[in-house]
């Protein structure tokens, strides 16, 4: 591995070290959604991102942090460590092991180094400039997208459709129409399965950076793809669309282009 992505595997065993211990335990939460909706945060979100940015601190100094609970520091820095602690509160707060550490390293203004990591799964997706692998049980697995030329054929997801606006939704409608299965529920999770070859396809939208940034790395590491709705790079629009074949994105921004920001 390279130097950052070393340091970015040893971070995801630092959120993981400060957040498996409340999964399934007893966890403070509070909702932050207000009038706008159930939004939960743990005290396990608030302390894994607190624990994550100590280590930033202290090796790197001069990097700046984007962090889901505590904000931004140095956010125009030349490397910008981006941070959702717990990616998948509601899934933590259920009991269900689909909630992910994501960590990701913004250098020269795009995501070159992504970690999806599940504790309780004893799992750590990285993506970087050395490739894609799974780290589990000391071994390294290389992850690689599949080939799935057409949409009839594609197994895709997202987290929840009740999320999509109205003409999201109906682009989502459609493209499961087309489709040949669909999950849902599964948060960042969705997108290391599609890296290690067992989805094809996922959408959503209404993400954060936090939210996105950790996924490009290892999806396209893994020989995937992942664009914003308009088929162009993620921004802060927060429509994202990940596929393992190129050829799923043509037919699929069929639909998703009449909705996309």
């Known amino acids: 591995m390279t130097e950052y992505e070393a340091f970015a595997v040893e971070l995801a065993r630092e959120a993981a070290r400060v957040s498996l211990p409340y999964f399934r335990g007893d966890c403070e939460q509070v909702d932050k959604g207000g009038a706008a ?19 930033i601190a202290d090796r790197y100094p001069d990097h700046g942090v984007i962090g889901e609970e505590y904000g931004e520091d140095r956010p125009d820095a030349d490397h910008v460590w981006i941070l959702d602690p717990i990616d998948g509160t509601r ?45 589990k049980g000391g071994t390294e697995t290389p992850l690689a997208v599949r ?4 949409l009839n054929e ?17 682009a989502w409608t459609q493209v499961r129409a087309a489709a040949r299965l669909a999950r849902l529920g599964c948060d960042a999770y969705a997108y290391a399965m599609l890296a290690a070859g067992r989805i094809d396809l996922v959408a959503e939208s209404a993400l954060k950076v ?49 909705a996309a920001l």
């Open 147 to 150: 080939s799935c030329a057409h």
């Open 37 to 55: 909706g159930f939004d939960p945060v743990t005290q396990a979100d608030r302390e894994a991102e607190a624990a994550i940015r100590r280590l």
């Open 210 to 258: 936090w939210d996105w940034s950790a996924l490009v790395p290892v999806i396209e590491a893994a020989g995937g793809r992942a664009t914003n709705w308009r088929g162009e790079a993620p921004d802060g629009g927060g429509q994202i669309l990940a596929v393992g074949d190129a050829r799923l994105a043509d037919q699929a921004l069929v639909a998703f282009r009449r």
């Open 154 to 170: 594609a197994l895709i997801a997202t987290t929840d459709p009740d999320l999509f606006t109205g003409a999201e939704l109906g």
């Open 91 to 135: 899934a933590f707060i259920a009991g269900l092991p689909l909630w992910t550490n994501l960590i990701a390293l913004r250098s020269g203004g795009r995501p070159t180094v992504g970690v999806i990591g599940q504790p309780y799964l004893d799992e750590i997706f990285i993506g970087g400039p050395s490739g894609a692998r799974l780290l």
